[in-house]
């Protein structure tokens, strides 16, 4: 079982930054293989924004690439997604999900809201 808590999210001007943490817990939080942020806006599917792997491998939703970073501390089984040039479209609620073996977990999820 992994347990995912996300935190960071709130109100932010067009413009501005924030920062988003995951923190992974529970017996199986150490077999994570992939970290990944999604984001759901109201009437629209979820999708993915940015993932990073074990290895250390990054990838990015084209609509944030150069904005937004993923990284990841290994050793907190921590990922944190840091949000720059945040855009009134970026208004989402944001998902942390882990990728293990045969089984993933979501977090319950963090809004982030850009006013214009």
């Known amino acids: 079982q992994v347990q995912l808590v996300e935190s960071g999210g709130g109100l932010v001007q067009a413009g501005g930054s924030l920062r988003l943490s995951c923190a992974a817990s529970?017996?199986?939080?150490?077999?994570?293989?992939?970290m990944a942020w999604y984001r759901q806006a109201p009437g629209k599917q979820r999708e993915l924004v940015a993932a990073?792997?074990?290895?250390?491998?990054?990838n990015y939703a084209d609509s944030v690439k150069g904005r937004f970073t993923i990284s990841r501390d290994t050793a907190k089984n921590t990922v944190y997604l840091q949000m720059n040039s945040l855009k009134f479209e970026d208004t989402a609620v944001y998902y942390c999900r882990a990728f293990l073996m045969g089984s993933d977990y979501w977090g319950q999820g963090t809004q982030v809201t850009v006013s214009s």
């Open positions: 990073a792997t074990m290895g250390g491998s990054t």
């Open positions: 529970g017996r199986s939080s150490f077999s994570i293989i992939t």
